[in-house]
């Protein structure tokens, strides 16, 4: 007896390969015979209620802009104007001196 080539683990594939067909097999002839034993309905979904989408957010203020106040306004040129001369002064009140009392004659 001359054996092929391939050493002693070639003789072990063979049964495997066949107890791995046999196992995809029943498994496969098992769900098909039990898989309406259970039938299994989920409740229906809830009814679809629409919900508009939320109003956009305010946007943000625009970046601060910086904005120098307007130069001044130039202003008249100044002219001096010296003030008016005084008025001459009005005389002092009339007051009424009464003369000397005669002197003595000399006898």
């Known amino acids: ?11 072990r594939l063979w049964p495997q390969l066949a107890f791995a067909l ?3 097999l029943v498994s ?6 039990y898989g309406d034993a259970y ?3 989920s ?3 809830p009814p ?9 957010s305010p946007s ?12 001044p306004s130039p202003k008249p040129h ?11 002064s009005p005389p002092p009140p009339y007051e009424y001196k009464s003369p000397p009392p005669p002197s003595p004659s000399p006898p």
């Open 1 to 11: 007896m001359t054996s092929s080539g391939g050493g002693p683990t070639r003789g």
């Open 28 to 33: 496969s002839c098992v769900s098909s015979v």
């Open 43 to 45: 409740p229906p979904p």
């Open 39 to 41: 039938p299994y309905s």
């Open 60 to 71: 943000p203020p625009p970046p601060y802009e910086y904005k120098s106040p307007p130069p």
């Open 48 to 56: 679809y209620e629409y919900k508009s989408p939320p109003p956009p």
């Open 78 to 88: 100044y002219e001096y104007k010296s003030p008016p001369p005084p008025s001459p």
């Open 22 to 24: 046999a196992v995809v």
